[in-house]
């Protein structure tokens, strides 16, 4: 069973950031988060991890929050080709041990 | 750039034949899965395998086999294909440890058993 959760939808405007929550209340010690999206009849893309301290890379930010039960995937400026279902996944302990589960996600659609 | 490759995206095959999905890594990946995704359940991991000739169960083996004979390579085997098995087969890889998470997918194998 998933042990996130997020809202199933969301809209954003073209140009805009589009900011998808993550609830993760039962993470613990040294878990992390894990963000994926998947484009339609495209697989699964990697898009980035945190652990406690806010995270940036080329595709988007992630903001944790200080208790660590929350989290929130940024792509600053939205583009047509980040509509997509997007994954949060975890908490995964560092041992790279545990199989990801992919829940039902929060289809992002940008809006022209 | 990182690839993983599929043998084919679309499969039609019946009921009761041997199917091979082929799945090649060029990432030199120890980690390689297998998952299916079917519309309403996510995806679900089937088999994967930690290094050459060795294979674990994931959620659901029932009805499919898998083979590693080389690091770059991870067969997935329906012995008997039937309508159940209809669905969207994902391959990925990734390296060990920590970045076992990173896990890099290919572009699927839609896979039709009629």
């Known amino acids: 069973d998933a042990k996130t959760t997020q809202p199933p939808s969301m809209d954003c405007a073209e140009g805009r950031a589009a900011n998808l929550p993550c609830n993760h209340s039962t993470i613990s010690g040294n878990e992390y988060v894990y963000w994926y999206r998947q484009i339609h009849s495209q697989g699964p893309q990697y898009i980035i991890h945190g652990l406690k301290n806010n995270e940036t890379n080329e595709m988007a930010s992630l903001i944790i929050t200080e208790d660590r039960k929350s989290s929130t995937l940024i792509l600053p400026h939205a583009t047509l080709r980040d509509t997509a279902v997007y994954y949060c996944i975890g908490p995964l302990e560092n041992f790279g041990n545990e199989k990801l589960t992919f829940g039902t996600g929060t289809r992002l659609t940008i809006i022209p | 750039d990182v690839k993983v490759t599929q043998s084919s995206r679309y499969l039609v095959k019946r009921t009761g034949e041997k199917v091979f999905l082929e799945c090649v890594q060029d990432?030199?990946?120890?980690?390689m899965f297998w998952y299916r995704q079917d519309p309403g359940l996510g995806l679900r991991l089937i088999y994967f395998s930690y290094d050459v000739k060795m294979k674990e169960k994931g959620d659901i083996p029932e009805g499919y086999s898998v083979s590693r004979e080389k690091k770059e390579r991870f067969s997935l085997i329906l012995e008997s294909a039937s309508t159940n098995q209809t669905s969207m087969y994902l391959c990925?890889?990734?390296?060990?440890?920590?970045?076992?998470?990173?896990?890099?997918f290919g572009p699927g194998t839609r896979l039709t058993v009629t």
């Open positions: 990432m030199d990946h120890e980690n």
């Open positions: 990925a890889s990734s390296s060990p440890g920590l970045r076992a998470y990173e896990q890099y």
